[in-house]
């Protein structure tokens, strides 16, 4: 159960078969197999030794994938940075990671020579597309090393990654992930998405969010084709899928709702789509049946944290449980606890908390933080749900997310499931603010349709006149061009709440 052999396999056996399509860029794996190798001897030279951390401040280009599995096959573990970082975000996770190699670009190398040298562990810095002073080329890095399988001993529960976590919530973790759980991961998904290597498996989001693995190590596992693009573009994208013919893709819901939405949009255009992955946040209800409509009995939901537990619903299951988020694949328990630690009954809501053999070992030089989410063995989420009778998870929102309004639970989600379907609206974001005589009470952020032009008390008056209590109507609306996101595509609530109220006044 550890993966460094994977892609050195795939070369015997299936030499030329393509392994990795990027752009003009077309790899057999022998050829993908011999990038790395060189990749590998260079990071050893460059003193990297197993154990050691390699960090990448790199958007999705073939550089990336090569660091992946020359980290690999040496025992490294590799550091996937996001390339929206600013220097100060970055100073803080380099110096946590303390990586002895570093790669980067030319789109962040600003970002990190401002805060390179208050990162003592750092041997060699690496520009994948550009020369600078400070750092070395990839070309020149990589240039006169072997190009056969390094060799190093790897046990299945060596450390293969640290992914720090996305920051929606509070300061970024560093998630441990070990050989063994990747392994994992090819083999759970590759079974749950039906992947098989003549499968050609499309990723358009960036690969260095957690997200990205759940198709990534299940078409390297298999041996399928694996497509990559720079950046997610809808238009695009379709036009990709029905020139590669591409079976399986993941996306999250706000490129499922653009690719709907993209003016070259024809479901005959895709039709070589076996499965469609969403994950990353809840799509709602009414995206779900436009996209069963479009392509029906290929949409798959997962839900699911870094730090290891995930439920998944099957595409065979997606019109009779609509609005769930699936069960608990094979290995796998789940519970729904109540705040006094006891189960809560069917339909109940409660804290998810489940366990499974995907679950990190801990979080990376944090004792405390791993003690407090892992607790006799059983993932605690800190996000909320029910299950129903026949054991199906329904997500309600993250115990942060919830608003408390004069004392009423308010979750978002079940607002922004209605002032969704409004015929203007695109996306919409719903969250708690100051209120001085309820404490909280739900405001709400929309963007809209290409074309639309909808007033913000309009669109406040159609959802309060739709949600269901009285607790649930929305105190404000605001008409935005955009959300703040990060890098896998998740709104930031907490950046919008502080943008949408900066400088506003408690409600009377």
């Given amino acids: 159960m550890q993966i460094s052999g994977l892609v050195s396999r795939h070369a015997r056996y299936y030499p030329d078969r393509t392994a990795v399509v990027y752009r003009d860029q077309r790899l057999g794996w022998r050829e993908f197999n011999r990038r790395i190798n060189r990749l590998a001897h260079a990071l050893v030279a460059s003193g990297v030794g197993k154990g050691d951390r390699v960090a990448t401040i790199l958007p999705n280009c073939i550089e990336l994938l090569d660091v992946y599995w020359a980290c690999a096959k040496l025992g490294a573990v590799v550091v996937p940075l996001s390339p929206l970082l600013a220097a100060s975000g970055l100073q803080s996770l380099l110096q946590d990671a303390a990586p002895t190699v570093v790669l980067a670009c030319r789109q962040t190398a600003g970002a990190f020579l401002e805060v390179k040298s208050a990162v003592r562990s750092i041997r060699a810095c690496v520009l994948t597309d550009a020369l600078a002073d400070a750092c070395c080329s990839y070309a020149r890095f990589v240039s006169g090393q072997p190009d056969h399988d390094p060799v190093a001993e790897i046990e299945p529960d060596d450390v293969f990654n640290i992914m720090y976590t996305s920051g929606t919530t509070g300061l970024p973790k560093g998630i ?48 399928a084709r694996y497509v990559l693009t720079r950046q997610f573009d ?25 690719m709907l939405n993209a003016p070259n949009f ?20 009414a995206y779900k049946n436009r996209l069963e409509v479009a392509l029906p009995g290929i949409f798959h939901e997962l839900y699911g944290l870094t730090e290891g537990f995930v439920t998944i619903l099957d595409r065979d299951d997606a019109l009779v449980k609509r609005g769930s988020v699936g069960v608990p694949p094979p290995f796998f328990d789940m519970k729904i606890l109540r705040d006094d630690g006891s189960e809560a009954t069917v339909g109940e809501i409660g804290e998810i908390v489940g366990r499974g053999p995907i679950l990190m070992p801990g979080y990376y030089r944090r004792p405390d933080l791993t003690a407090d989410a892992l607790r006799d063995g059983w993932l605690h989420t800190g996000d909320l749900g029910w299950v129903d009778a026949d054991g199906y998870l329904f997500l309600a929102d993250r115990k942060k997310d919830m608003i408390d309004s004069g004392g009423v639970k308010v979750y978002p989600r079940d607002i922004e499931e209605v002032a969704v379907q409004h015929p203007s609206v695109l996306e919409v974001a719903v969250f708690g603010v100051p209120d001085a005589k309820w404490g909280e009470t739900p405001a709400l952020a929309a963007t809209l349709k290409k074309g639309r032009t909808l007033d913000p008390e309009e669109l406040r008056d159609w959802v309060n006149q739709r949600v269901g209590a009285r607790y649930q109507r929305v105190s404000r609306v605001d008409v935005v061009e955009a959300f703040p996101r990060n890098a896998a595509g998740k709104i930031l609530r907490r950046e919008l709440r502080a943008r949408f109220w900066a400088g506003r006044e408690l409600s009377a």
Avoid at 180 to 196: D, E, P, Q, T, V
Wanted: charged share 15%.
């Fill in 234 to 258: 809808a238009e695009a994208m379709i036009d990709l899928i029905d020139a590669e013919q591409v079976t399986h893709t993941m996306m999250v819901p706000t490129q499922i709702i653009a």
């Fill in 176 to 223: 441990v992930h070990t050989h063994r759980i990747r392994a994992h991961y090819g083999n759970l998904f590759a079974s749950a998405w039906r992947m098989g290597p003549e499968s050609v498996v499309l990723q358009t989001g960036a690969i260095v969010f957690n997200g990205a693995f759940v198709t990534l190590m299940p078409a390297l596992a298999v041996g």
């Fill in 266 to 285: 024809d479901p005959s255009r895709l039709r070589s789509l076996e499965a469609i992955v969403s994950l990353g946040a809840p799509l709602s209800v």
